[in-house]
Nanobody
Framework: QVQLVESGGGLVQPGGSLRLSCAAS????????IGWFRQAPGKEREGVSY?????????YYADSVKGRFTISRDNAKNTVYLQMNSLKPEDTAVYYC????????????????????WGQGTQVTVSS
């Protein structure tokens, strides 16, 4: 069955970096889009970044992370990554990856209901 597993979260000081991984199983990831979302305590889940299927290759970022975060995929490992640099305390949240069983692009990519499968999340805490 379709499964997504996030890893790579942790505690980091402001200005530091983390690389999150989203490992997929039960399907071939390069045919499908992947979105990264985050949810801070008391806040709604928000879109962070998105990558289309390999045939399209488009990437998108929330304005709050543009220039600091980079999304990429390694099809050989069936994994999508989120490289996070220059982390700020406001980046603290549980980070989730998600996919849609329809290989066409999710539009708009920020809508939570546009995704069928979600990982369990990984905690990112940015604090000194």
């Amino acid at each position: 069955q379709v499964q997504l597993v996030e890893s790579g979260g942790g505690l980091v000081q402001p200005g530091g970096s983390l690389r999150l991984s989203c490992a997929a199983s039960g399907f071939t990831l390069d045919y499908y889009p992947i979105g990264w979302f985050r949810q801070a305590p008391g806040k709604e889940r928000e879109g962070v970044s998105y990558i289309s299927s390999s045939s399209d290759g488009s990437t998108y970022y929330a304005d709050s992370v543009k220039g600091r975060f980079t999304i990429s995929r390694d099809n050989a490992k069936n994994t999508v990554y989120l490289q996070m640099n220059s982390l700020k305390p406001e980046d603290t949240a549980v980070y989730y990856c998600a996919t849609d069983t329809d290989p066409s692009p999710v539009s708009p990519w920020t809508v939570v209901s546009g995704y069928d499968y979600w990982g369990q999340g990984t905690q990112v805490t940015v604090s000194s």
